[in-house]
């Protein structure tokens, strides 16, 4: 029996012992992890309006209506904090009957207390930063993954990383500068969890779409890998194929693996000027595949503040996460 189910509410081999569903019978049912149901109920007070047993869940039909609600707004990329607040402030679900004893009573319509308000204020960005680099700084490996985890889920994945996870990193990165490489461990150790934590976010195992795969890598010689991890996050939550190659592709492997895919685009990450190559970006634009009459090329865009001033007439070169998504999105759309 799993610990964190017994201590969360007794799913007890999600067997009803009476009205409603359990937590993992709900998780199934709408094809999500028994965590994120939870995280929702203690986060944005979405959980049942009823228990058996003490504390133990049961979910009525209305309860579930909710959270499909839920699941089919932050499909849409709406963070979740702003999908609660929009399922809390709505009307009852209609298709529940009046007057059963499983029916959720109204939920109020007022505004949903939440950290992250309208939006993430600058208040709460800074408590947040300020408690992620506490914990990394005390190489506190739990209490740093909850951080994250919190962030992401409160706030939606391009927010978090904009607004919370970026400038956290950017804070070590100049602690570790200004103080003779004293603190590289919590620079590596924050960086390594921050990895984990995109990846649990959205694992980018999408199925594959005709013509909509998107190939990610570094430039060779450029190893700094996060900003494309978090992109490819990004791109699966939305259900887009991701190749993610990761750090200083060589040349010849880039190649090989475009031409293997024939995607739809190809984004190259350059941190440095240094490592940014405007050949090679033109060299991959210019690939063809497939039949003759029916050629195909990638879009190509350069990302990264490596490529300042290094402009490829012709590449579009976003200047932030959500561009590079929407440009990417938009390329792949049907």
């Known amino acids: 029996m799993d610990v964190a189910d017994e201590r969360d509410g007794g799913d007890r081999g999600d067997v ?32 049942p309006d009823a228990h058996t047993g003490g504390r133990h869940r049961r979910w009525t039909a209305a309860d579930v209506a909710r959270l499909e609600r839920m699941c089919a707004l932050t499909a849409t990329g709406i963070p979740p904090a702003e999908a609660a607040r929009t399922v809390l402030g709505e009307a009852p679900p209609e298709s529940v009957p009046a007057g059963r004893a ?33 914990a990394a700084l005390r190489l506190d490996a739990a209490l740093l993954e909850e951080l994250l985890q919190a962030a992401i889920d409160e706030h939606g994945l391009i927010a978090a990383w904009t607004e919370v996870i970026m400038p956290t990193l950017q804070a070590v990165g100049r602690k570790w500068e200004s103080s003779g490489e004293k603190y590289v461990e919590v620079e590596h150790f924050l960086s390594w969890h921050v990895s984990g934590a995109l990846r649990r976010a959205a694992p980018i195992a999408v199925p594959d779409r005709p013509g909509a795969v998107t190939v990610l890598a570094c430039v060779p010689g450029e190893n700094h890998t996060l900003p494309l991890e978090v992109l490819a996050a990004a791109l699966a939550e939305r259900g887009v194929p991701v190749r993610m190659f990761g750090g200083a592709l060589p ?14 685009a190809v984004a190259l990450w ?33 990302i990264g503040p490596g490529w300042t001033g290094r402009t490829v007439t012709g590449l579009p070169r976003p200047t932030g996460l959500a561009e590079a998504v929407a440009l990417l999105e938009s390329v792949v759309s049907p």
């Open 16 to 47: 009803p012992t009476g009205g409603g569903l359990t937590t993992g019978e709900v998780a199934r049912r709408l094809g999500v992890a028994p965590t994120t149901v939870r995280t929702w109920d203690r986060r944005y007070g979405l959980g």
């Open 102 to 134: 499983d029916a959720a009573p109204p939920r109020p319509t007022g505004r949903v207390r939440s950290r992250a308000g309208s939006g993430l204020r600058l208040g709460d960005v800074r408590q947040e930063c300020k408690g992620i680099a506490r």
């Open 251 to 264: 040349v010849e492997s880039l190649v090989t693996a475009v031409r293997r895919t024939g995607p739809a």
């Open 270 to 302: 350059a941190q440095s000027r240094a490592t940014a190559s405007r050949p090679l970006a033109q060299h991959v634009a210019t690939m063809e595949w497939g039949v003759r009459g029916a050629r195909r090329r990638p879009a190509v865009l350069t």
